[in-house]
């Protein structure tokens, strides 16, 4: 038997191989499937299996994951934990995923330290944007509305919302500032005896001076940046070696020696002393490095929210609050208050608050934010409005159809989040390199400490203690584990703000790589706006009979070219009947019945296949039509073919430009389309296009995909409809129009807002930019490590006498960091 199931909280592929896995080692259960994107989970067991013990399967494997029969379970629990935790959902969704994206798109439940790299978790902000109110004098007075407050009586004041990465970065700095308040008194103290007067001896003793950094060591090492020794120590019993390993290991040793100099001076041989007795200690060294790699932390932090700057601006554009109809009158409500149904009222210059469809009333509304296209677009009743975009200078009512985190702002920004958090191809690479090059500086900090030992000038065991700890300082995984993500993260905001949505790092990548272009006809290149021009009868058949007949077969078809006939049916006074029988035939047209009248619409494939002869002087009437670049789709009444409908789609204005400089990129365009040859000719010519086919049915569509990909070519393919969605998954980039349909869109690597071939262009420029700035950012971690790690271990040293101090070293990994950073953020800049 065959049970579907939901389960809550799936974030990633690794979540649903844990899920897969726990669920398929219970007894009896013989294979378990899991869908990421619905959260649906089907289980084939041999005997029925309770709720309960799948349950119990998932949670005593350590899994936080919650299964039900019903989907609104999870939405109900979800809710009701909302409510209980309601002042902390306005900081983040409760999910957090590494900053440095270790584990691609592995994200938490809960707070803590990357188990690979041990940088604090970040949490992703929440979607929701509503506002909240709160009393000035009573804080821990919350309302959704606003009002006076119960105790005082005073207004009600919106609260403000904290980025949750700013809080991170708020954190951090508190605990920079001690550390540089207690690491500059030490630094000053242990300078001081560099001055040949050495001035502090007169005060104190050096032995009394030693104590004094002791006890002004104490905070920076077990407060401010104790978190980096756990941090080490729980990744050498993982074996996730990484920075803070070699942080935690050479600040560890140099703290833990001066400790035991300081209590047991005698157990040192008198190379170790100083001329007054006392054993040299590195608490100034500990101190220094533990501050800059904090620094490091500090720089990286404030980076991290400037590369998610996308995602900040679009949670500025969704609104806080609207005006909802009821039959009291209007009322200003909340934006999580609104149900799909409502009915809302957008004012002049207003954010539209959710998606939806215009009742009553025209405006232009401002959709750059989405499309990225600056001139205002016309809206009359029965057009689409979205969510976070602004309203013109006129008011309109609406009827809310998309509410929550189903409105495509939500969608967006959920988009952002999951490619950021994505791994790119080449970031397998620089895994490889990470895994193996902490063992390996470890080892070259034990070598380097052997040679200076055995061949190193007096005092050896000085030199090879500070330089083995230098060389443990300066490499730095950290910039290398940051090149890919940061670029990633920018490339994708980037991509958003150019109206280009960008599911994966992968698909990033691969637009570096398009060999062939495949595109869909219809609303791909044309307008997808098709309007009928005529309707040409061979019958007895009035005019309005027919057209009565195929607007009522139409109005249950999804496909534009249906629309376009209704809406001319209507038009023209046409009542609407139910059919009966309906059925979409992909790639050839519909058939049904009306009233017990068998009604077909559709191409000569169609016709065939239902073996209808279509009279060859229809056809020959047709073809003048087709030759003209239009689409004619043929109408038979109880099997006999009695006329044809004419319509023209337009081809966009950006269309012959797009696919010019496609092909000046040395990019193969190929357009394929379910239409008859000789219209598919005619558009061709326009374009300038010699790779065409015509009469394709998806399946078609897909198998010329395939062969392409036999031959070794990259293929991108960019449609719009449902009959694309199978080409666009076996693609190896699959490039949706924004303006088609939810499953075209859900098959795609990449989805433009604004639905036009221009958006492919620009997203091969941001391919090309975003992988570029990679291997700079690889170049620049390498090169510091490359470099740093031989003069640490102290190569130069018998030619020009130098050495790099741990101090020194410690600010030089750091701003291995801060380079990669920085060239990551040039992205910002860049012009599409």
Not at 87 to 100: L, R
Not at 389 to 399: A, D
Not at 485 to 490: E, G, K, R, T
């Amino acid at each position: 038997m065959k049970h579907s199931y939901y389960i809550s909280r799936m974030t990633c592929s690794g979540c649903k191989n844990n899920v897969e896995t726990a669920l398929g080692n219970i007894k009896g259960v013989k294979s378990v499937v899991a869908d990421l994107s619905s959260g649906e989970v089907e289980i084939e067991m041999d005997t029925h299996i309770s709720l309960t013990a799948l349950q119990s399967a998932i949670t005593n494997n350590g899994l936080h994951y919650t299964i039900s029969l019903n989907k609104n379970a999870h939405s109900d629990l979800e809710h009701s934990s909302h409510s209980a935790s309601h002042s902390n959902t306005k900081q983040g969704n409760g999910v957090y995923y590494c900053p440095m994206h270790c584990e691609g798109d592995k994200t938490y439940d809960k707070a803590g330290d990357c188990p690979v790299c041990g940088m604090d978790l970040v949490e992703q902000p929440a979607l929701s944007n509503a506002t909240e109110y709160t009393c000035p004098m009573h804080p821990e007075i919350i309302r959704d509305e606003m009002g006076s407050c119960p105790i005082c009586g005073m207004d009600l004041v919106p609260i403000e919302n904290t980025d949750v990465k700013d809080k991170n970065y708020k954190k951090l700095l508190k605990k920079m500032k001690l550390s540089v308040l207690f690491t500059l008194p030490i630094f000053i103290i242990a300078m001081s005896e560099m001055f040949p007067s050495k001035p502090l001896l007169e005060i104190f003793s050096q032995e009394t001076w030693n104590w004094v950094q002791f006890f002004l060591s104490l905070p920076v090492v077990f407060y401010t940046t104790w978190m980096f020794f756990e941090r080490a120590y729980k990744s050498i019993v993982t074996f996730n070696l990484n920075m803070l390993t070699l942080i935690g290991i050479g600040a560890g040793v140099a703290f833990i020696f001066s400790v035991f100099a300081l209590l047991f001076p005698d157990i040192f041989p008198d190379q170790f002393k100083t001329e007054s007795g006392t054993v040299f200690v590195y608490f100034e060294a500990v101190t220094v490095i533990l501050t800059l790699v904090l620094l490091g932390q500090l720089l990286e932090a404030k980076a991290h929210s400037q590369t998610s700057g996308a995602i900040k601006e679009l949670l500025k554009l969704a609104p806080k609050d609207a005006v909802l109809i009821t039959e009291d009158g209007e009322k200003v409500i909340s934006i999580d208050k609104i149900v799909k149904g409502d009915k809302l009222r957008v004012k002049p210059g207003d954010k539209i608050p959710v998606d939806g469809t215009i009742l009553t009333g025209n405006s232009d509304v401002d959709e750059s934010m989405i499309t990225g296209e600056p001139i205002p677009v016309d809206k009359k009743i029965g057009d689409k409005v979205i969510s976070g975009t602004i309203n013109g200078t006129k008011t309109f009512t609406m009827v809310a159809e998309k509410v929550g985190s189903e409105t495509l702002l939500s969608q967006i920004i959920h988009m952002i989040n999951e490619a950021s958090r994505s791994k790119a191809p080449i970031q397998k690479f620089v895994d490889k390199i990470s895994k193996i090059f902490v063992p390996i500086v470890v080892l070259v900090s034990i070598i380097t400490f052997i040679v200076w030992y055995i061949f190193g000038p007096s005092p050896e065991l000085v030199y090879a203690f500070v330089n083995s700890i230098a060389v443990l300082i300066i490499a730095c995984p950290c910039a290398l584990g940051l090149a890919t993500p940061m670029s990633v993260m920018v490339g994708v905001g980037q991509g958003a703000t150019n109206g280009i949505l960008i599911k994966n790092a992968e698909a990033l990548e691969n637009l570096n790589k398009i060999d062939v272009l495949i595109s869909d006809k219809t609303g791909t290149i044309t307008e997808g706006k098709p309007s009928v021009e005529k309707v040409k009868i061979f019958s007895e058949n009035s005019s309005d009979y027919i057209l009565k007949l195929i607007a009522s077969l139409n109005q249950y078809s999804e496909h534009p070219l249906a629309d376009s006939i209704v809406n001319y049916c209507k038009e023209r006074g046409v009542t609407l009947e139910e059919a009966t029988n309906f059925e979409s035939i992909t790639g050839m047209g519909v058939i049904g019945e009306i009233n017990q009248i068998k009604v077909a619409i559709g191409n000569l494939k169609l016709f065939e296949n239902l073996n209808i002869q279509v009279p060859e002087n229809i056809t020959s009437s047709a073809l003048v039509e087709q030759k003209l670049g239009k689409t004619v789709s043929y109408i038979s009444v109880n099997n006999k073919v009695e006329a044809y409908i004419v319509i023209s789609d337009a081809i966009k204005s950006t269309s012959v430009e797009a696919i010019a400089k496609l092909q000046s990129m040395g990019i193969e365009v190929i357009m394929l389309t379910g239409d008859n040859n000789n219209t598919a000719s005619a558009v061709a010519k326009q374009l300038n296009l010699d790779n065409f086919k015509a009469e394709c049915l998806p399946e078609d569509k897909l198998n010329i995909i395939k062969e392409l990909q036999s031959q070794g070519k990259v293929v991108a393919m960019a449609g719009d409809g449902i009959n694309d969605s199978p080409a666009l998954a076996q693609a190896d980039i699959g490039i949706a129009m924004g303006t088609g349909t939810d499953v075209a869109i859900e098959s795609s690597a990449i989805t433009l807002l604004k639905g036009d071939l221009m958006g492919i262009v620009k997203s091969i420029k941001l391919g090309h930019k975003v992988m570029k700035n990679i291997k700079e950012n690889l170049f620049f971690a390498f090169i510091y490590n490359v470099l740093g790690i031989p003069i640490a271990a102290g190569v130069l040293y018998p030619l020009f006498g130098m050495l790099l101090s741990p101090m020194i070293a410690a600010l030089a990994m750091s701003f291995s960091s801060v380079s990669v950073i920085a060239n990551s953020l040039r992205l910002k800049r860049i012009k599409l």
